[in-house]
C-alpha cells in the first residue's frame, strides 16, 4: 500500500494537479501503472479507478483532452443601473426583463421563494451556491405560478437528487418563462447590493443589444410606486376549505384552537401564500379569500369572525384602497396582518413607511418579542417597513428586528389589531413565530365570548 501511495505521488507530480482534478478534460493515456497489493482490503479505496485482479493492481491515469471547453458558453447578461455588467449562462426561458434586484439568503426552499408573489417585480440572487439538486415538485408550492422575473445563481445543478421532485429546474423556468442566470459570483454581486442597498437590473439572452442601452433601460424603471398587489392577487372571492393533514399539526395547541372552531376568517389575497392558508386552516379557521381591491362593506357584509391581511410585493403606499379598506374595517373585527398586511395596517393605524436599503429577504432573521423579552427566528421577504416614529398613540411596537432594530410588529389593542413584518408559516423554515396564528385566534375566540 505504502509503494503505491509513494508511485501514485510521483505520477501526481509529474502530471499537475489539473490532472487530478479534471480527469475528463484532455484525452491522453498513459502506459498502466502496475504495482502489488499484498492485502486485498488494501486496495478497495482505488477500486473505482483500478483494476484489481489476483493482488495485482493495475491503474491508468486519464489526462484530459484539447477538445473545446465542456463548461457552457456564458451567452446571458445581468446589467444594473449602476452600470455594471454581469456576465452569466442563460438557463431557463429566453428574452429580455426588467426588474429590482435583492438578494435570498435562505439555505433551503428555493421553489417555495420562486412561487412567493411577494416577489412580483423582483430578480432574486440566492447567496446559496449550489440550487436546483432538489427539483421541482407539486407540494411545496406558494401559488400556482413563479412570480419573480428572474433567478440568479452561482450553480445550476445538474444532477436532480429528490423523490418527490417532477421536473428540473430548467425545464420549470422554461415552463414558466422565467430567466435563469448561471455561473455569476453572486457573492460579489451581494456585497455590491448591500452598498449600494438594491438596485434595477436587466437581464437578457438578447446579444443584439448593447450594454449602454439595457443600463438605460434600468435607469428608467423602479419599483417605488408600482401597485402589484391587483396585478397578484385573485379576481373573485373564493372559498380554502381544503384543510391540513397530520404533517401540519406540529403545534400541540391546535387540537385545543378547534375546539372553540370553527372561526370564519375572510383574508384579503395581497399575493397570499398557501402556507398562511395552511397556517390559519389548522387552528380551525374556515376561510374566504377576496380580492385586494373588495370593498370593505362587502367583507363586513360575510359577518366573519376576523379579517386577514396577507403578504405581497410592492410598494404599499401605492395601493391607497387597501389602506381604505382597513380603515373601514379596524375596530369593527379582529384583524390580522403579515407583511404587506403589517404595512397597509401601519399606514391605516395613521403611521407611515419607507423603503429598507437592501430589504431583509432570507431565513434565521431575529426577532425580538417585546413584552417578553423571546427572541424568534424569523424568515423574511419585503422591502419596506412602518416607521413607528409616525404611529399614533396606542399603537405598541411589539416585535424589533434585531438585525437593524426596525419594527417588525404590532398590536393595537382600541382596533383590535396585531401585525408582524416576517412569514411565520415559514415554510420551509423555523416555527417560532407561529404562535402568531394562535393569537389571532385567540382574538376572535375572545371577540366571540
Known amino acids: 500500500m505504502q509503494r503505491l501511495q509513494t508511485k501514485l505521488q510521483g505520477r501526481s507530480a509529474a502530471c499537475g494537479i489539473a490532472d487530478l482534478h479534471a480527469p475528463s478534460s ?68 429566453s428574452g429580455t426583463e426588467i426588474g429590482e434586484v435583492v438578494f435570498n439568503t435562505s439555505l433551503t426552499g428555493y421553489q417555495e421563494i420562486m412561487t412567493d408573489p411577494s416577489y412580483k417585480g423582483q430578480f432574486v440572487a440566492f447567496t446559496c451556491p449550489h440550487i436546483g439538486n432538489v427539483g421541482i415538485n407539486n407540494e411545496d408550492m406558494e401559488s400556482s405560478k413563479c412570480h419573480l422575473g428572474a433567478i440568479i445563481v452561482r450553480d445550476l445543478s445538474c444532477v436532480v437528487s429528490n423523490y418527490r421532485s417532477k421536473m428540473t429546474l430548467d425545464a420549470y423556468c422554461k415552463k414558466e418563462n422565467v430567466i435563469g442566470l448561471g455561473n455569476v459570483d453572486t457573492r ?60 401540519w399539526e406540529f403545534n400541540g395547541r391546535v387540537k385545543l384552537t378547534k375546539q372553540h372552531g370553527p372561526f370564519h376568517v375572510v383574508a384579503y389575497d395581497f399575493g397570499i401564500k398557501t402556507n398562511i392558508l395552511r397556517r390559519l386552516a389548522s387552528f380551525g379557521c374556515r376561510i374566504t379569500v377576496v380580492p385586494a381591491t373588495y370593498p370593505a362593506s362587502e367583507v363586513l357584509r360575510m359577518n366573519p369572525d376576523g379579517v386577514f391581511f396577507s403578504n405581497g410585493p410592492g410598494d404599499p403606499s401605492a395601493a391607497p384602497y387597501a389602506v381604505d379598506n382597513a380603515k373601514a374595517i379596524l375596530g369593527k373585527k379582529p384583524v390580522f396582518g403579515i407583511c404587506m398586511g403589517h404595512q397597509v395596517l401601519g399606514q391605516a393605524f395613521g403611521g407611515k413607511t419607507f423603503k429598507l436599503k437592501f430589504g ?90
Open 360 to 449: 431583509h429577504h432570507g431565513g434565521n432573521h431575529p426577532i425580538r418579542y417585546m413584552p417578553t423579552g423571546r427572541v424568534e427566528i424569523s424568515a423574511q421577504n419585503h422591502n419596506f417597513a412602518v416607521d413607528p416614529s409616525t404611529l399614533p398613540a396606542g399603537v405598541e411596537v411589539t416585535h424589533i428586528n434585531l438585525n437593524d432594530g426596525t419594527c417588525a410588529g404590532m398590536v393595537y389593542k382600541d382596533k383590535k389589531a396585531m401585525t408582524i413584518q416576517y412569514h411565520p408559516e415559514a415554510s420551509p423554515g423555523p416555527h417560532d413565530a407561529d404562535i402568531c396564528f394562535e393569537q389571532f385566534v385567540d382574538m376572535m375566540r375572545a371577540e366571540r365570548v
Open 26 to 93: 484532455r484525452q491522453v493515456v498513459f502506459a498502466p501503472v502496475v504495482e502489488y497489493a499484498p492485502v486485498r482490503r488494501a486496495c478497495q479505496g482505488f477500486r473505482s479507478a483500478s483494476a484489481v485482479s489476483g493482488g495485482r493492481v493495475r491503474t491508468v491515469v486519464v489526462r484530459a483532452s484539447s477538445a473545446p471547453s465542456p463548461f457552457p458558453k456564458r451567452d446571458a447578461r445581468l446589467v444594473l443601473e449602476n452600470g455594471s455588467v454581469w456576465h452569466a449562462t442563460a438557463f431557463g426561458a
Open 188 to 247: 460579489a454581486l451581494t456585497k455590491v447590493l448591500r452598498e449600494t442597498g438594491c438596485l434595477v437590473g436587466v437581464v437578457t439572452t438578447d446579444t443584439s443589444k448593447s450594454d449602454e442601452e439595457l443600463v438605460s433601460m434600468a435607469k428608467s424603471w423602479t419599483i417605488v410606486g408600482k401597485d402589484l398587489l391587483s396585478v397578484v392577487s385573485c379576481t373573485e372571492p373564493y372559498e380554502w376549505g381544503k384543510g391540513t393533514t397530520d404533517e
